[in-house]
């Protein structure tokens, strides 16, 4: 069985870092490229950030450009979110995702992506 699993969300001031972690487990995604999407109440699930099968290539949506790092350790099937200066607005349920297909690009749209984790709640105070 294929599962995604993400951690270390929580509650957070502005201003404040968290580092979230994926871990991937029944497959491997070594080939495969990776990312994050988030979901806050009432919207639809928003592209993050996607990083190649071998972590060369990042792409972020422009609102947490500069302040989000995705990277990935494919020895330990597992990709990271590192959020810094967060703000309320990215208050949200962040989502891991991955494909099942091997490629050498990166996507960020949801329809690219095979499977998903159950979510991690991440809550940023003013």
């Known amino acids: 069985q294929v599962r995604l699993v993400e951690s270390g969300g929580g509650l957070v001031q502005a201003g404040g870092s968290l580092r979230l972690s994926c871990a991937a487990s029944g497959r491997t995604f070594s080939s495969s490229p990776m990312a994050w999407f988030r979901q806050a109440p009432g919207k639809e699930r928003e592209f993050v950030a996607t990083?190649?099968?071998?972590?060369?290539?990042?792409d972020y949506t422009g609102s947490v450009q500069g302040r989000f790092t995705i990277s990935r350790d494919n020895t330990m099937s597992t990709v990271y979110l590192q959020m810094t200066s967060l703000k309320p607005e990215d208050t949200a349920v962040y989502y891991c995702?991955?494909?099942?297909?091997?490629?050498?690009?990166?996507?960020?749209?949801?329809?690219?992506?095979?499977?998903w984790g159950q979510g991690t709640q991440v809550t940023v105070s003013s």
């Open positions: 995702a991955a494909r099942a297909s091997p490629s050498p690009h990166y996507y960020t749209g949801k329809q690219e992506y095979d499977y």
């Open positions: 990083i190649s099968w071998d972590g060369d290539a990042t």
